[in-house]
């Protein structure tokens, strides 16, 4: 796993090993980015369920001004830290040991651009469903500025944007198995 564009461009991203963390693979990231185009630039970014932070990391890499990276598992949050040291990014990205689906792991402020991550179990559990969905509802319409937005990775065919009441602006691309959900940010009360 590297870093695909910008400034680290080509740097080799540390993984813990076995199957605990699912690092989003290269050419899937790249399509999302490619996808994201100038978002990215100057955004203040949100990685949930960071792992090694490929996606956050990856945006600091583009041009993103700032990164909050929530993870709690301690293998990954090892090789996250270990990444960030690697590419001399502390300044910019805040490594967040904490629970990614409880708000005060999120910080202060409004985000342009939120990675929502998720181990697939989560998902595809019913009784840890119902709070991802509640999360994701809460980043839309408390944690986004005007024009940001979520990604949100899920296996093919496990989400509807249905499912969020009312279904928001969104976008959806599928590579092979995995499905990303680009979710707009839902317009505040009285705009």
Request: glycine content about 8%.
């Amino acid at each position: 796993m590297r870093i695909i564009a910008g400034e680290h461009r080509g740097r080799i991203l540390k993984a813990p090993k076995g199957m605990g963390t699912r690092p989003m693979l290269d050419r899937v990231r790249e399509a999302l980015f490619s996808s994201l185009g100038t978002r990215v630039e100057d955004a203040r970014v949100l990685d949930l369920f960071a792992g090694t932070g490929s996606l956050g990391l990856e945006s600091l890499s583009r041009g993103a001004g700032s990164a909050r990276l929530v993870e709690s598992d301690r293998t990954a949050l090892a090789a996250l830290r270990s990444n960030v040291a690697m590419l001399d990014l502390a300044e910019r990205a805040e490594v967040v040991a904490g629970d990614a689906l409880e708000p005060a792991a999120w910080g202060e402020g409004a985000y342009d651009l939120v990675f929502f991550d998720p181990p697939y179990p989560l998902l595809a559990a019913s009784h840890t469903r119902g709070r991802l969905l509640e999360v994701l509802e809460t980043l839309l319409s408390e944690r986004l500025t005007p024009r940001g937005c979520v990604v949100f990775h899920t296996p093919r065919a496990a989400f509807s944007a249905d499912e969020l009441s009312p279904a928001p602006e969104h976008r959806l691309r599928e590579y092979g198995t995995n499905a990303l959900w680009t979710l707009e940010a839902r317009a505040s009360e009285g705009s």
